[in-house]
């Protein structure tokens, strides 16, 4: 076992702490109704005052390793948290709601069942949480945040603090956003106990952000590739020499990915990079290269198992579905297109390319379409209006995707929070049964999505669209896509389903139910809009 990090083990008040994470906030969204300052129409309601516990129902952790997990709980505070049958080893605390320590005497299939408690003056909930001991883990896709769209190159660790800071305060992390994640830019000289990759003069000191961020109940990630330089230019995961001495490159204006920097170099790193992040207490890798080959992926996640801590493994940028049924297997996530950028026509095509990967994702092993571009306009693109946010936030919960914020999350207003903050809708990304979401029913004639600025061919896609997937309490959560340019009645057949009779349905995003229905359920999509309901007995 190599060294572990024992940020875990260290009393929480030792470390500074943002207010609004020693209890949960105060639920500031708007009516259900309003329309906010963006123009947006909030769908989600106000969560209640009374104790509600949100997030997955079920966490994976390795035999051995470190244990850290935040009770996501809406409600005005204080909330007391308390939970029985709890594994020995863990501790609970009772303000803050965070699991830490390590199980005991555990081994692979162990499986225990908690039940968690969350209490204030105005009432009390409960909910049943099941832990999974064994080599799986990431049994629910991953929901955070990474630097790159918003901040690229212009991060440094105080903005990474800021922005954690701001996932605790407002709220986000009562509704299960946990990863706290940097990208390429942070990389400077090799050196340490470890000879890993050690943070430039913007990372002063990742070990104490790590503690930081852990503090808050949340979560750590980084960044590496297996090449020699990064695409920002940065040390990667290999070199040209056995110290891995390393020189920024000069006078390249496009990325090569067959000639030196941007290759693999004959001396790596992996085992020396994987063991200093688990010593400063990183919970996340993205790792970054093309193409993504089993060979690499197989010796990072070697070093990362082999490292004492649990480093969710998520793959970047792209892969090839041919290698879905093999590195599928051994990694916790993967790219399934090249990158998103902030206008419908990308929007589109990123949904439309998951329909090839569905039969690749399960617990622990996640297609991702890239991150959310809910509340930015990054790469000088247009963004998005209100319903196409909608449409964004409906497809990625389908299709069980990682759920990864790239806005600020300092300036984020009531219309974004309420995007981010309905659990009902969340709960679908998050449904312990990891079956992705299919088309069920297609009509209409094909509809052209231009590129913006109308440069280059459109995209031809079909308009009304239904999509579903099965969740574990057996019910079907339902998306109606609207792809076209005008308001649509749009029906959700039973028989697409694969039901009949009588079945009751509610509208997750307006959280309340709609009755019951005999054969088939109709409503009213906004052009690039979508709908969510779930179909239950």
Same mark, same amino acid.
């Given at each position: 076992?190599?060294?572990?990090?024992?940020?875990?083990?260290?009393?929480?008040? /030792?470390?500074?702490?943002?207010?609004?994470? #020693?209890?949960?906030?105060?639920d500031?969204t708007?009516?259900?109704?309003?329309?906010?300052?963006?123009?947006?129409?909030?769908?989600?309601?106000?969560? +209640?005052?009374? +104790?509600?516990?949100n997030?997955?129902?079920?966490?994976?952790?390795?035999?051995?390793?470190?244990?850290l997990?935040?009770?996501?709980?809406?409600?005005?505070?204080?909330?007391?948290?308390?939970?029985?049958?709890?594994?020995?080893? /863990?501790?609970?605390?009772a303000?803050?709601? $965070?699991?830490?320590?390590? &199980?005991?005497?555990?081994?692979?299939?162990?499986?225990?069942?908690?039940?968690?408690?969350?209490k204030?003056?105005? %009432?009390?909930?409960?909910?049943?949480?099941?832990?999974v001991? %064994?080599?799986?883990?990431?049994?629910?896709?991953?929901?955070?945040?990474?630097?790159?769209?918003?901040?690229?190159?212009?991060?440094? #660790?105080? &903005?990474?603090?800021?922005n954690?800071?701001?996932?605790?305060d407002?709220?986000?992390?009562?509704?299960?956003?946990?990863?706290? $994640?940097?990208?390429?830019?942070?990389?400077?000289?090799?050196g340490?106990?470890?000879?890993?990759?050690?943070?430039?003069?913007?990372?002063?000191?990742?070990?104490?952000? =790590?503690?930081?961020?852990?503090?808050m109940?949340?979560?750590?990630?980084?960044?590496?590739? +297996?090449?020699?330089?990064?695409?920002?230019?940065?040390? %990667?995961?290999?070199?040209?020499?056995? #110290?891995?001495?390393?020189?920024k490159?000069?006078?390249?204006?496009h990325?090569?990915?067959?000639?030196?920097?941007w290759?693999?170099?004959?001396? *790596?790193?992996?085992?020396?990079?994987?063991? #200093?992040?688990?010593?400063?207490?990183?919970?996340?890798?993205?790792?970054?290269?093309?193409? &993504?080959?089993?060979?690499?992926?197989?010796?990072?996640?070697?070093?990362?198992?082999?490292?004492?801590?649990?480093?969710?493994?998520?793959?970047?940028?792209?892969? $090839?579905?041919?290698?879905?049924?093999?590195?599928?297997? &051994?990694?916790?996530?993967?790219?399934?297109?090249?990158?998103?950028?902030?206008?419908?026509?990308s929007?589109?095509?990123?949904?439309?390319?998951?329909?090839?990967?569905?039969?690749?994702?399960?617990?622990?092993?996640?297609?991702?379409?890239?991150?959310?571009?809910?509340?930015?306009?990054?790469?000088? *693109?247009?963004?998005?209006?209100?319903?196409?946010?909608?449409?964004?936030?409906?497809?990625? =919960?389908? /299709?069980?995707?990682?759920?990864?914020?790239?806005?600020?999350?300092?300036?984020?207003?009531?219309?974004?929070?309420?995007?981010?903050?309905?659990?009902?809708?969340?709960?679908?990304?998050?449904?312990?049964?990891?079956?992705?979401?299919?088309?069920?029913?297609?009509?209409?004639?094909?509809?052209?999505?231009?590129?913006?600025? $109308?440069?280059?061919?459109?995209?031809?896609?079909?308009?009304? *669209?239904?999509?579903?997937?099965? /969740?574990?309490? %057996?019910?079907?959560?339902?998306?109606?896509?609207?792809?076209?340019?005008?308001?649509?009645?749009?029906t959700?057949?039973?028989?697409?389903?694969g039901?009949?009779?009588?079945?009751?349905?509610?509208?997750?995003?307006?959280?309340?139910?709609?009755?019951?229905?005999?054969?088939?359920?109709?409503?009213?999509?906004?052009?690039?809009?979508?709908?969510?309901?779930?179909?239950?007995?």
């Amino acid at each position: 076992m190599k060294f572990i990090s024992q940020v875990f083990l260290l009393p929480m008040l /030792l470390l500074p702490l943002s207010l609004a994470a #020693q209890a949960p906030a105060v639920d500031r969204t708007p009516a259900a109704g309003t329309v906010s300052g963006s123009g947006g129409v909030i769908r989600t309601p106000p969560a +209640p005052a009374t +104790p509600r516990i949100n997030g997955p129902d079920i966490f994976g952790v390795r035999p051995d390793h470190p244990f850290l997990y935040h009770i996501p709980t809406t409600g005005k505070p204080p909330i007391r948290y308390s939970a029985d049958d709890l594994p020995k080893g /863990l501790a609970l605390d009772a303000r803050m709601g $965070n699991f830490t320590g390590t &199980i005991q005497g555990a081994t692979d299939g162990d499986s225990f069942t908690v039940t968690l408690h969350a209490k204030n003056a105005l %009432g009390e909930d409960s909910k049943k949480f099941k832990i999974v001991v %064994g080599e799986t883990i990431s049994l629910t896709p991953a929901m955070g945040w990474n630097s790159w769209n918003h901040y690229g190159s212009r991060i440094t #660790q105080a &903005i990474v603090l800021e922005n954690a800071k701001a996932m605790a305060d407002s709220g986000l992390i009562h509704h299960g956003w946990t990863y706290v $994640n940097i990208d390429d830019t942070w990389q400077g000289k090799r050196g340490g106990r470890y000879h890993g990759l050690q943070g430039n003069k913007k990372f002063p000191d990742i070990g104490r952000l =790590c503690d930081q961020i852990h503090a808050m109940g949340l979560k750590f990630g980084i960044y590496s590739t +297996p090449w020699e330089t990064s695409y920002a230019g940065f040390p %990667g995961g290999s070199s040209d020499n056995s #110290q891995g001495n390393w020189t920024k490159p000069t006078g390249r204006k496009h990325v090569n990915h067959n000639v030196p920097p941007w290759a693999i170099g004959p001396y *790596q790193f992996w085992t020396n990079d994987a063991d #200093q992040w688990a010593a400063w207490g990183v919970d996340y890798l993205k790792y970054d290269w093309n193409p &993504i080959e089993l060979p690499e992926t197989e010796a990072m996640y070697e070093a990362l198992r082999q490292s004492g801590r649990d480093i969710i493994f998520s793959l970047s940028n792209n892969m $090839n579905v041919k290698n879905a049924p093999t590195i599928g297997k &051994i990694a916790n996530s993967w790219r399934t297109t090249g990158d998103i950028k902030a206008n419908w026509w990308s929007l589109v095509i990123h949904i439309m390319a998951q329909v090839k990967w569905a039969d690749y994702s399960s617990p622990g092993h996640w297609n991702d379409p890239d991150m959310l571009e809910i509340g930015t306009r990054e790469h000088g *693109q247009p963004g998005l209006s209100a319903d196409e946010e909608y449409t964004h936030m409906t497809a990625w =919960c389908l /299709l069980a995707s990682p759920l990864l914020l790239g806005n600020d999350l300092t300036q984020m207003d009531p219309f974004t929070l309420s995007l981010l903050e309905n659990d009902e809708v969340l709960a679908v990304d998050q449904d312990e049964l990891g079956r992705q979401a299919v088309p069920v029913s297609q009509t209409g004639e094909p509809v052209e999505v231009p590129r913006p600025g $109308n440069r280059g061919k459109p995209f031809k896609v079909t308009p009304l *669209q239904v999509w579903a997937r099965p /969740l574990a309490d %057996g019910s079907k959560a339902v998306g109606l896509f609207n792809f076209g340019d005008t308001p649509a009645k749009m029906t959700v057949k039973w028989s697409d389903l694969g039901i009949s009779g009588p079945h009751k349905v509610r509208d997750l995003w307006r959280e309340k139910e709609l009755g019951s229905v005999a054969d088939e359920f109709s409503m009213t999509v906004a052009p690039h809009g979508a709908e969510m309901i779930k179909v239950h007995e």
